[in-house]
């Protein structure tokens, strides 16, 4: 669906296009009346505006000027829409890298002690890469120490921005926190994170190659 600024431009091109139309027309009507007159006087009406060469020519000047009007508005509806879908492009780009490094930083920071097992599976299934092996080859000790500790871990991103990118990876960087509950006594205390986190395609999906924490 075309937006409302791509809608704006296509009626000012109708708009100028029927401008130009008119203005034909008139200028025929004033040629008519010119001649009209000289006929009735028996003269070629010297001195009017639309008398001669230029009566004959003015309708083609004023056609010429308004398909360049035309031409020049047409130019510039193409160079608007060329730029708003850019610009869609770009935000829709953007807003995927960050979703797929919200998801996977909460992921990270989310473990339940009760499906301790899951969750570690989750940060997994979320990662590529080297990262991926370095946490899938310790997954068994982060169940332990979860069930160990009773721990329960509740993450949430409060701001995120991509600070780069290529064709198929990425870099956001974020502004986290989790709230740790334990046998050791923590009940939901929180703790705040600034992460930079690096995505890679993998199977057309964003996953994290790379975590690191920033102070």
Same mark, same amino acid.
């Given at each position: ?5 791509? &809608?704006? *431009? ?8 029927? !401008?130009? !139309?008119? *203005? ?15 006929? %009735? ?5 010297? @001195? ?13 000047? *004023? ?14 509806? &193409? =160079? ?23 998801? &996977?930083?909460?992921? =990270? ?26 946490? $899938? ?17 509740? &993450? ?8 780069? %990118?290529?064709?198929?990876? @990425?870099?956001?960087?974020? $502004? ?9 006594? $923590? ?6 994170? %600034? ?7 993998? @199977? ?7 975590? !690191?924490?920033?102070?």
């Amino acid at each position: 669906m075309a937006s409302d600024g791509d &809608g704006d *431009a296509v009626a000012q091109v109708i708009a100028d296009l029927a !401008e130009a !139309e008119a *203005a034909e027309a008139e200028a025929l009507a004033e040629a008519a009346r010119a001649r009209a007159t000289a006929v %009735r006087l028996g003269v070629e009406a010297p @001195g009017t505006p639309m008398s001669g060469k230029f009566a004959r020519w003015w309708p083609r000047l *004023a056609l010429a000027s308004a398909i360049l009007v035309i031409c020049a508005s047409l130019t510039l509806t &193409g =160079l608007m829409i060329w730029q708003h879908r850019e610009t869609t492009a770009r935000h829709a780009d953007e807003a995927e890298f960050i979703a797929a490094a919200k998801s &996977g930083v909460i992921a =990270l920071l989310s473990l339940d002690y009760h499906h301790a097992k899951d969750d570690v599976q989750r940060v997994i299934d979320a990662a590529t890469g080297s990262f991926k092996d370095d946490f $899938a080859r310790d997954a068994d000790d982060f169940v332990k120490t979860a069930q160990d500790a009773k721990a329960v871990t509740v &993450g949430s991103v409060s701001a995120a921005a991509l600070e780069s %990118r290529t064709a198929d990876s @990425g870099v956001v960087l974020l $502004a986290a926190s989790s709230k740790v509950t334990n046998a050791n006594g $923590a009940q939901q205390d929180p703790r705040s994170w %600034r992460m930079s986190v690096t995505l890679t395609r993998d @199977g057309g999906q964003l996953k994290m190659s790379n975590v !690191e924490f920033v102070p």
